[in-house]
């Protein structure tokens, strides 16, 4: 019998975070919950704890550590706060793979002090490689620990590349496009965010569904695809591909292309990747190719249009501490637009402003990043007021 998996969930409260804790649930046999994290939600975080028992909990909102402690306090639950806690548990030698699933620039030090710490990564938050994926990739290496993707599209990318020793010549990056695909400028000037969380296929939560919406999203995964699978930006084409069914694939040099298809069903790439290198059966839904309405269709992104896309691979070309800079002026500008404070496309106007105003470091250190982050946050703060 496979030994049973002991995992990590960073961000076990959010979306990537209870669909892990339903994989787990669905596969007792091969995996437990180690050790569960969350920002605030310390009611759901209880619920979870209590349902599957792990080692321990950290609570990042530390306002919230006696709640979390009195509510648990019947239970052999160590229950930790702050996000410090949240790096320093990591380091449990209980724990086989971190299920990193926490929401922007805040997974990437918890996330590179699990692979120092021997820790496999189930990698969901794509903000890590975006803001320092030279420095993470080169952790991961160093510290012989594999990082096996959970995005959808990485997953896809990852099991075409399976078994294969041939080049890549380019790799196939799809999108749904979002809810504002085929929208002009004019009419995207006065979307509500109402409207740009109502995302067609995914259900997300709510950074990653306004990222989709303005196809920023696709911008960060191009980069977290970049560091990955180790190819230029250059070697990336991004296919909008309305349906959701064929989730990425890749172009070799004789020509063959192969693609990994599926329902859009997060379960499946999490549960590929905490079970790899075994495909474990589920009970999942199935692709019907009878019933799809349409058929598969697919289309070029409209980059004068959606510029976070155009905006994000230029950040890549740049390098150094430019994408690092990007990633913290958009987590500015959604957090903006989601408070009515700033309108859609002026989320690229402040991204661009927040790039070119971020000093540039050309080969940062983690120091330099971290500092790198708090920089373009405080350039992109101040400048969101004139919006």
């Given at each position: 019998m496979d030994k049973i998996r002991?995992?990590?969930?960073?961000?076990?409260?959010?979306?990537?975070?209870?669909?892990?804790?339903?994989?787990?649930?669905?596969?007792?046999q091969r995996f437990a919950a180690e050790v569960l994290t969350a920002g605030s939600n310390w009611e759901l975080l209880v619920q979870q704890a209590v349902k599957f028992q792990p080692n321990a909990v950290v609570i990042a909102d530390e306002t919230k550590?006696?709640?979390?402690?009195?509510?648990?306090?019947?239970?052999?639950?160590?229950?930790?706060?702050?996000?410090?806690?949240?790096?320093?548990?990591?380091?449990?030698?209980?724990?086989?793979?971190?299920?990193?699933?926490?929401?922007?620039?805040?997974?990437?030090?918890?996330?590179?002090?699990?692979?120092?710490?021997?820790?496999?990564?189930?990698?969901?938050?794509?903000?890590?490689?975006?803001?320092?994926?030279?420095?993470?990739?080169?952790?991961?290496?160093?510290?012989?620990?594999?990082?096996?993707?959970?995005?959808?599209?990485?997953?896809?990318?990852?099991?075409?590349?399976?078994?294969?020793?041939?080049?890549?010549?380019?790799?196939?990056?799809?999108?749904?496009?979002?809810?504002?695909?085929?929208?002009s400028k004019e009419n995207l000037s006065t979307v509500t965010k109402e409207a740009a969380l109502h995302h067609p296929n995914w259900n997300m939560g709510a950074k990653v569904t306004i990222d989709s919406a303005s196809m920023m999203n696709k911008g960060l995964e191009t980069i977290e695809a970049m560091?990955?699978?180790?190819?230029?930006?250059?070697?990336?084409?991004?296919?909008?591909?309305?349906?959701?069914?064929?989730?990425?694939?890749?172009?070799?040099?004789?020509?063959?292309?192969?693609?990994?298809?599926?329902?859009?069903?997060?379960?499946?790439?999490?549960?590929?990747?905490?079970?790899?290198?075994?495909?474990?059966?589920?009970?999942?839904?199935?692709?019907?190719?009878?019933?799809?309405?349409?058929?598969?269709?697919?289309?070029?992104?409209?980059?004068?249009t959606f510029r976070n896309l155009a905006i994000a691979m230029d950040s890549a070309r740049k390098g150094g501490n430019a994408p690092c800079a990007m990633n913290a002026a958009n987590e500015v500008a959604v957090k903006r637009f989601l408070q009515d404070k700033i309108g859609f496309l002026q989320m690229s106007d402040l991204i661009e402003d927040v790039i070119a105003k971020t000093p540039f470091v050309a080969s940062p250190t983690l120091d330099d990043i971290i500092e790198t982050h708090k920089e373009a946050t405080k350039i992109a703060e101040a400048s969101a007021e004139n919006y």
């Amino acid at each position: 019998m496979d030994k049973i998996r002991h995992i990590a969930i960073l961000g076990s409260t959010g979306s990537i975070g209870t669909q892990t804790l339903d994989v787990i649930e669905r596969n007792p046999q091969r995996f437990a919950a180690e050790v569960l994290t969350a920002g605030s939600n310390w009611e759901l975080l209880v619920q979870q704890a209590v349902k599957f028992q792990p080692n321990a909990v950290v609570i990042a909102d530390e306002t919230k550590y006696a709640q979390t402690r009195d509510a648990l306090k019947d239970y052999p639950i160590k229950v930790f706060a702050g996000t410090d806690a949240i790096s320093q548990v990591m380091e449990f030698e209980s724990i086989d793979i971190v299920v990193a699933a926490l929401v922007g620039y805040a997974g990437l030090l918890p996330t590179i002090n699990a692979i120092r710490h021997g820790k496999a990564i189930a990698l969901a938050n794509k903000e890590t490689l975006v803001a320092a994926g030279s420095i993470v990739t080169a952790e991961a290496v160093k510290n012989r620990v594999p990082i096996l993707p959970v995005d959808s599209e990485h997953s896809a990318i990852f099991q075409s590349l399976i078994g294969e020793q041939g080049d890549i010549e380019k790799i196939l990056l799809t999108a749904s496009g979002g809810p504002f695909r085929g929208m002009s400028k004019e009419n995207l000037s006065t979307v509500t965010k109402e409207a740009a969380l109502h995302h067609p296929n995914w259900n997300m939560g709510a950074k990653v569904t306004i990222d989709s919406a303005s196809m920023m999203n696709k911008g960060l995964e191009t980069i977290e695809a970049m560091h990955l699978f180790q190819v230029p930006i250059d070697k990336i084409e991004v296919l909008i591909h309305p349906q959701s069914i064929i989730h990425s694939g890749v172009q070799f040099v004789d020509g063959s292309v192969k693609v990994q298809m599926g329902m859009p069903d997060m379960r499946l790439p999490i549960q590929f990747a905490i079970g790899y290198p075994d495909r474990l059966a589920s009970d999942f839904p199935r692709v019907d190719f009878f019933s799809l309405p349409h058929g598969l269709t697919f289309e070029k992104p409209d980059l004068q249009t959606f510029r976070n896309l155009a905006i994000a691979m230029d950040s890549a070309r740049k390098g150094g501490n430019a994408p690092c800079a990007m990633n913290a002026a958009n987590e500015v500008a959604v957090k903006r637009f989601l408070q009515d404070k700033i309108g859609f496309l002026q989320m690229s106007d402040l991204i661009e402003d927040v790039i070119a105003k971020t000093p540039f470091v050309a080969s940062p250190t983690l120091d330099d990043i971290i500092e790198t982050h708090k920089e373009a946050t405080k350039i992109a703060e101040a400048s969101a007021e004139n919006y």
